[in-house]
């Protein structure tokens, strides 16, 4: 094997310490401390593999590798990696995995003086996950040029600080996001290693996966508005209660999702009611809807029942609501050449691998926007996922390491 599974499980433990909640998981939100004692590290290590490190104007760290290519013209790059940021108690895998292993493949392309044609890059993004201003994905997406001044202007985190503030406390300016845009004529392939957040793979007892689609993804904001009346003085029948009219669209979003079938699920992931004390009517309910399916049809027929359910709730409790759609992607296909190339690779290299669909969104979901996208999953013990105790075995992360690394020679 050519990656060294000391130097991976080094770097884990080591960004695993950038944390708000120690001994309690890893809580990484992005411009925050943790995120800037993260980005030190990575860029240090970057730096020790030979990479010409930079920061792009949307946050996300990168790390250059010369081709020998580029002396002759310009070739598009072949970029790596993953995000950096973490959800509120989070495990040390989700993201940095990736990022630890696109570092491990600069090693050992460093150490064993490989030369490859076209550039390459390895990146570590920012705010994948979305945990701390509502932005999911967006260092891929500002990397493809879907990320616009307004939405950081607009988007906050709970202290009320909004995401363009947080980048220029960085030393980001907001109004030149557009700046980190990648054409297709820089980027060719993006890969990414990524621990699966499931549990097939251990089930299967295969070392790795390889992702042939991502699913579908709409996430929404939904808000309902009543009156926020006295609990003991105000009639059953004559309250505007949108906590009691919310309990019953909870139980239809489940069953929507059942009655689709096919894999879909539909999530309430996080519910706000205000104004939270025990002898006041709510006022005031603010939830979120995940929704995700193989088939972008299905997410849709749900996004679009569930206003008819919201209409025909809320009028019968004279309440009013709001849905905004946050984000919205359609379900994303790797490159089958990839695709061709991992398999050969795991299989000549004695890897056991599994072809399987991502029910997770990752980055390589934006940027097959412009470039042709390949990812490989890692087991994830139980199906841990989000939470403090997700793991991947070393022995796994290393056989993943190995066949990005393969299939990066392979490519480049």
Not at 174 to 186: G, H, I, L
Not at 295 to 306: A, F, H, P, T
Not at 317 to 327: A, G, H, P, T
Request: aromatic letters at 4%; charged letters at 30%; a negative charge.
């Amino acid at each position: 094997m050519n990656v060294k599974k000391e130097r991976i499980a080094r770097d884990i433990e080591a960004l695993a310490e950038f944390t708000a909640t120690p001994g309690q998981g890893v809580t990484r939100f992005s411009l925050t401390e943790e995120d800037r004692e993260a980005r030190e590290y990575i860029k240090k290590k970057m730096r020790e593999a030979g990479l010409e490190v930079r920061e792009d104007q949307a946050g996300n760290v990168i790390g250059r590798r010369a081709g020998s290519g580029d002396q002759k013209a310009e070739l598009p790059a072949v970029m790596l990696g993953s995000h950096f940021d973490s959800v509120r108690q989070g495990g040390r895998f989700d993201g940095t995995a990736g990022v630890v292993a696109a570092l491990e493949v600069a090693r050992v392309l460093e150490e064993q003086e490989i030369t490859t044609d076209h550039p390459l890059e390895f990146v570590a993004l920012i705010e994948e996950e979305g945990s701390r201003f509502g932005s999911g994905l967006y260092g891929s997406r500002a990397m493809t040029g879907r990320v616009a001044r307004e939405e950081l202007e607009e988007s906050y985190d709970e202290q009320g600080i909004s995401f363009a503030e947080a980048l220029e406390d960085f030393g980001f300016p907001p109004e030149k996001v557009k700046e980190a845009r990648r054409s297709p004529e820089e980027i060719a392939v993006f890969l990414e290693l990524h621990n699966e957040l499931g549990p097939l793979l251990e089930a299967e007892d295969k070392e790795v996966g390889i992702v042939d689609k991502i699913v579908g993804i709409t996430h929404l904001n939904v808000s309902v508005t009543g009156s926020p009346d006295h609990a003991g003085t105000t009639p059953m029948d004559m309250r505007r209660d949108p906590l009691a009219a919310v309990g019953h669209i909870f139980g239809r979003i489940e069953e929507l999702a059942l009655e689709t079938g096919e894999g879909t699920v539909a999530t309430v992931g996080n519910v706000d009611v205000s104004p939270g004390a025990t002898n006041v009517i709510p006022g005031r309910v603010e939830f979120t809807v995940d929704i995700r399916s193989k088939n972008m049809e299905d997410v849709e027929n749900i996004s679009s029942e569930l206003t008819e359910i919201m209409d025909g709730i809320c009028q019968q409790n004279s309440l009013e609501y709001e849905i905004e759609e946050m984000i919205s992607v359609e379900p994303t296909g790797m490159s089958g050449e990839i695709i061709d190339i991992m398999q050969d690779k795991a299989e000549n290299a004695d890897i056991s691998c599994l072809t399987m669909d991502s029910g997770a969104g990752h980055d390589a979901m934006m940027m097959a926007d412009i470039a042709k996208t390949g990812m490989i999953f890692v087991p994830s013990r139980d199906g841990q996922g989000h939470s403090p105790e997700e793991w991947t075995d070393m022995e796994d992360l290393a056989a993943g390491t190995e066949l990005l690394f393969l299939t990066v020679t392979e490519i480049a």
